[in-house]
């Protein structure tokens, strides 16, 4: 008996025979278990020899069981540890990122300036009444401002009961929508696509700009010279700018005034606040009438400033970007070389 089992636990390929093996042999009807109830018939003689060698035996078999079923466990482990090793080692896979778009990082960087001087974010739909784009903004049917924004129409089907749209050539239209929406006082920022029909290294079909709007009882031209005194200064990172207000005109704003940032080129770089240079970076003015009363705000009582910055300009500027096509070709290496990480 001894013999016949502990050959057959030697043998046993899994966990699943040892326990056969373990019914037949020392379970409760196992052969041992057998053996043992026969006792009970023999002389005390025998039953003194053959007891305790049985209990030794089902010992033994015991120990036969659980060292193999630890032999068989061992094993497996090891097959597992030969199949499923890792390598610590080994260098990790690259994981691609994108990078943030220039044009991303300025309207971010731009926002947050102005959200320090307490303007709020407004935004508007890029494909626009010409309501909103033109006549609320004091530029009527014919006026020639009309014809130089080389603007975007979307066609109309004959009976299109619709009122006309555009693809917004500025994001002014966004003050009538901002002030139409919540009144006055009012200080908003809005930041977006804009389009006209343009395209050459300065110049493409799609751009970005942010507007700016400051309405209250007594706002003048001299807050908003502080304003963007401030934004230039925070933004560029220097303790001085000097900015040369030229007069110009806008139909949506009385007086008007170009704004022009003095700098200097250093190997490629711009220098901001010193040398002979003069860059051109927004329009602006203090808003007109018209444009208050179009967006039922009394100009009797309410006055302020608005402004146009090229958010694309901006990024050009401060990052050393030659030429403005490559923003929106999507290559990259440029996306790689000009971005930003996240
Ligand atoms: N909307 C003008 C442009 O696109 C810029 C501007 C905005 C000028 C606000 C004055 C006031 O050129």
């Known amino acids: ?40 018939k023999m002389s005390p003689e025998e039953r003194q020899v053959m007891g305790p060698k049985l209990n030794a035996l089902k010992d033994e078999i015991n120990a036969a069981l659980a060292a193999r079923k630890e032999a068989l466990g061992d094993a497996a482990l090891d097959e597992r540890l030969k199949t499923e090793w ?18 991303s990082q300025v309207t971010e960087e731009v926002t947050t300036i102005f959200a320090d001087m307490g303007f709020s974010v407004a935004e508007g739909p890029q494909i626009e009444t010409d309501w909103h784009n033109f006549d609320a903004l004091n530029i009527p049917p014919h006026h020639p401002a009309r014809q130089e924004f080389d603007t975007f129409y979307m066609h109309r089907e004959e009976g299109d009961e619709r009122p006309p749209h555009v693809l917004r050539t500025h994001t ?36 970005h700009q942010i507007e700016g709007l400051a309405i209250d009882r007594d706002i003048s031209m001299a ?31 009385e007086p008007s005034a170009e704004v022009d940032l003095r700098c200097s ?6 220098k901001v606040g010193e040398g002979d240079d003069w860059m051109e970076i927004l329009g602006s003015g203090m808003v007109h009438p018209k444009v208050l009363e179009a967006s ?36 990259l290496r440029w996306l790689r070389h000009y971005g930003f990480s996240a």
Request: glycine content about 8%; hydrophobic content about 45%; proline content about 7%.
């Open 172 to 207: 002014s239209p966004v003050q009538i929508r901002a002030m139409l929406a919540q009144g006055a006082p009012i200080r908003v920022i809005a930041p977006g696509r804009v389009y006209r029909s343009d395209y050459d290294q300065t110049h493409t079909p799609m751009f």
């Open 86 to 103: 890792l390598d610590v080692t080994l260098p990790a896979r690259p994981r691609p990122a994108g990078t943030i778009h220039p044009v």
């Open 265 to 270: 080129w250093q190997d490629g770089r711009l």
């Open 223 to 253: 807050n908003l010279k502080w304003t963007l005194e401030e934004f230039c200064r925070a933004f560029f990172e220097v303790d001085e700018v000097e900015l040369r207000f030229r007069a110009s005109h806008f139909p949506f704003t």
């Open 1 to 40: 008996l001894r013999q016949k089992y502990l050959e057959a636990i030697a043998g046993a390929g899994d966990e699943a025979a040892l326990e056969d093996i373990r019914v037949a042999a020392v379970g409760k009807k196992g052969e041992v278990a057998l053996k043992m109830r026969e006792l009970g």
């Open 296 to 331: 039922g705000v009394d100009p009797n009582e309410w006055q302020g400033f608005a402004f146009g910055i090229g958010i694309d300009r901006l990024a050009m500027l401060k990052y050393g970007i030659p030429d403005l096509r490559a923003f929106f070709d999507s290559d």
